[in-house]
């Protein structure tokens, strides 16, 4: 079992920087790729950001590329989102999740992964 507890979330203005955490605890996290979901209301889950289990292969989506950034501390089992240059738009629930692969497949789907914490709200104001 793997337990993830997101941290970092807020109110922002549009143009600033706010920085997601993900602490785990239970398994190796080394042994898992992470991914970061965002589910903004009335619309579906996507994955904007996915990092292997060694920190070497990085995926981000299309609308957050350039601005977010996704990085990983084994040594401390926990993985960050940093999120630059927000936008209203990327207001959302940030979840993220714990996929138990060594592979270099970037897993798209929330059901695809083997643990989920609980969410954090981020929110950008115009």
């Known amino acids: 079992q793997v337990h993830l507890v997101e941290s970092g979330g807020g109110l922002v203005q549009a143009g600033g920087s706010l920085r997601l955490s993900c602490a785990t605890s239970?398994?190796?996290?080394?042994?898992?790729?992470m991914g970061w979901f965002r589910q903004a209301p009335g619309k579906e889950r996507e994955l904007v950001a996915h990092?292997?289990?060694?920190?070497?292969?990085?995926y981000y989506a299309n609308s957050v590329k350039g601005r977010f950034t996704i990085s990983r501390d084994n040594a401390k089992n926990t993985v960050y989102l940093q999120m630059n240059s927000l936008k209203p738009e990327d207001t959302a629930v940030y979840t993220c999740?714990?996929?138990?692969?060594?592979?270099?497949?970037?897993?798209?789907?929330?059901?695809?992964?083997?643990?989920w914490g609980q969410g954090t709200q981020v929110t950008v104001s115009s």
């Open positions: 239970g398994r190796t996290f080394s042994n898992y790729a």
């Open positions: 990092i292997n289990w060694n920190g070497f292969s990085t």
């Open positions: 999740a714990a996929r138990d692969s060594r592979s270099g497949t970037v897993a798209l789907k929330f059901n695809e992964y083997d643990y």
